[in-house]
């Protein structure tokens, strides 16, 4: 039951955030939406005790809560990747005696095992400019990159989504 009480309050919240304003359509709509999404939460429940369900036991209290507090930080490292790709995609742009290697380049990180955290840092990837996930294959990632004389694939992102995933 408090699973259910978590979800419905904080997608409630996050649409009204979302949303930028309060008004009454916009209550009803994040009502209807969290009823929803809770309805959905509520079948994937293991009996209807959330603290029996494998989510909980598994994923909740240490995954998400070292997400939460990585997230920030996270996104800000994220950012500032981001525009240091924009700048060198600009500059090989601008610059013709600048290399451009295209190529597909293929990672193994072991240490990524929740498939949600692949998802995301291959989901990162794909949203640098010069490079791009084309596929992932157990622990391996297929990379699209603009110069594959470059090795690096966000490191510092990287760390963070491995912090998360251990334990």
Not at 86 to 95: C, T, Y
Not at 151 to 164: A, F, I, R
Request: charged letters at 20%.
């Amino acid at each position: 039951m408090f699973g259910c009480i978590l979800i419905f309050i904080s997608t409630f919240l996050i649409y009204i955030w979302l949303a930028g304003r309060v008004s009454w359509d916009e209550l009803f709509s994040a009502l209807l939406a969290s009823s929803i999404a809770t309805f959905f939460w509520f079948l994937l429940e293991k009996d209807g005790k959330f603290e029996d369900s494998l989510f909980f036991k598994k994923f909740f209290f240490k995954k998400f809560l070292k997400f939460l507090l990585v997230f920030p930080l996270y996104l800000a490292v994220f950012l500032f990747e981001m525009v240091k790709a924009n700048l060198d995609v600009a500059l090989r742009v601008i610059s013709p005696s600048l290399s451009i290697r295209p190529g597909i380049m293929r990672y193994t990180i072991p240490e990524l095992k929740s498939r949600a955290l692949q998802l995301l840092f291959a989901n990162s990837i794909t949203l640098t400019p010069g490079t791009m996930t084309v596929e992932i294959e157990d622990k391996d990632f297929l990379v699209h990159r603009i110069d594959v004389k470059e090795t690096s694939l966000l490191p510092v992102l990287l760390s963070l989504l491995k912090w998360v995933d251990e334990g």
